[in-house]
């Protein structure tokens, strides 16, 4: 698990990793969606997804069912992509 030893080496804080965990199955989701199964304060999972977003964890993606909304999808890590964050 590349992925794991990763975000370790990144030192996410707790919620990036409740919030990583969340979309980990791969599904996207709206941050009204993260909110409500996290049962995290908005203003925190925001910061979450900032740090996530950085550190290239999650990519957003155009929501064309309702384009006031963003989805947040966790980002496919293979080897190489792995260590080319970590570097």
């Known amino acids: 698990m590349t992925v794991v030893n990763g975000v ?3 030192r996410l804080p707790p919620s990036a ?6 979309l980990e199955d791969g599904e996207p989701r ?8 996290a049962e995290i304060a908005p203003r925190t999972i925001r ?3 900032k740090r996530l977003k950085e550190n290239g964890y999650i990519i957003e993606k155009f929501n064309f069912r ?13 080897e190489d992509s792995s260590e080319a964050a970590t570097a």
């Open 8 to 10: 370790n080496k990144v």
């Open 17 to 22: 990793r409740t919030v990583l965990n969340l």
């Open 30 to 37: 709206t941050f009204k969606d993260m909110t409500e199964e």
């Open 47 to 49: 910061y979450a997804l």
């Open 66 to 78: 309702d384009a006031r909304q963003v989805l947040y999808q966790k980002k496919i890590l293979t």
